[in-house]
């Protein structure tokens, strides 16, 4: 989207990548986020026992739905549990009433066996009568017996039902809780993976942080696949302080040093000319650098980088919209002293004589 030596605004558009995979990865996520919060909603209503209210979209109108055919259910088995139990308490209810007259009936009937059994004794009532009397005394006893059978039948059913109701709550409320704990576990990964997948769709369209240069593009064509470490454009800020990385070479190296004062000399503007810039040696390399850094191979002559910062500039000549562009080569005169011309001379002479005519 932009070119090289092109000056851009903080939030322009440098590059924008393939946002094939980031962006269904992300659809993906957001449905999953979205589903998954509905769910986790719709659990922690029916954990506390609320009405879920849907929010307005389809994932949350799916869990309104399930909610509904839930608590329907829910509602029928509880009502059939409730019914369950009206009706054994019923049962209950006529078998303790039965008993009941049993009993009166059977008070009546002892009486009415002890006066057959009077008569029986002066002769004026039969044994037959007796033996009638005392058939339905049993009869009865037999009719309360069935009674009282009934009526602790229906109350052992009925514990039983109330225990079967309170153990499908207790379930039913454990199943929600489980439930409620596994969906909000997924929900919080889907979380974090969400935001690594908005993070990478974020830096699918690449802009400027600052306003800056486009110093350099690489070399790739749209559509290619970017190596890791791979150039794509490089950026200068416009308001960074530029430096000079320079190379001295082994045989100066004795001669400079960190400090020194530097007269700078644009090659595109003859210092003749337009004049000359100043700087200070900042910092050199610990180490020489004995091959091309890019074309990695050995060098004629070793050299020490070194870094030299633009102190000044003693300009002239120039449009009011100039102004320094990295990558500008430069030549560097470090000022290391002075000396006289005998001191120049004899540098140049002492090693002759010194070390001349010691061949063999």
Known sequence: EVRANQVVRAGDLIARLDPTFTGADLASLENQFATLRAEVDRLEAEASVQTYGATGTPQAALQAAIFGQRQAERAFRLENYGQ?????????????AELRQLRDRQAISGQIEMM????????????????LAADARLEIQGSMATAEGQSRGAQRDQRAVAAEREAYITNYQAQVSQDLADRRRALSEVRENLAKAQLRSSLVEMRAPVDS????????????VLAPGELLVSLVPLNAELVIDGAVSTQDLGFVAAGDRVAIKFDSF???R?????????TIGGDAVRTDPETRQP????????????DSLALRNLSAE????????????IVVGNRTMLS?????????????????
């Open 213 to 224: 240069v486009v110093l350099e593009i690489g070399k790739s064509s749209i559509g290619a």
């Open 84 to 96: 369950r139990m009206s009706s054994l308490d019923e049962i209950r209810q006529r078998a303790d």
């Open 274 to 282: 337009f004049g000359l810039g100043h700087g200070t040696v900042l």
């Open 299 to 310: 060098l004629r002559t070793p050299f020490f980088r070194t870094r030299i910062s633009i």
């Open 322 to 333: 100039f102004r320094l562009i990295p990558g500008m080569p430069v030549t560097s005169d």
């Open 270 to 272: 003859p210092y003749a």
């Open 116 to 131: 057959r059994r009077e008569l029986e004794r002066v002769q004026v009532g039969s044994r037959l009568q007796s033996l």
């Open 344 to 360: 120049y001379a004899a540098e140049w002479i002492l090693p002759r004589i010194q070390e001349g005519m010691r061949e063999p």
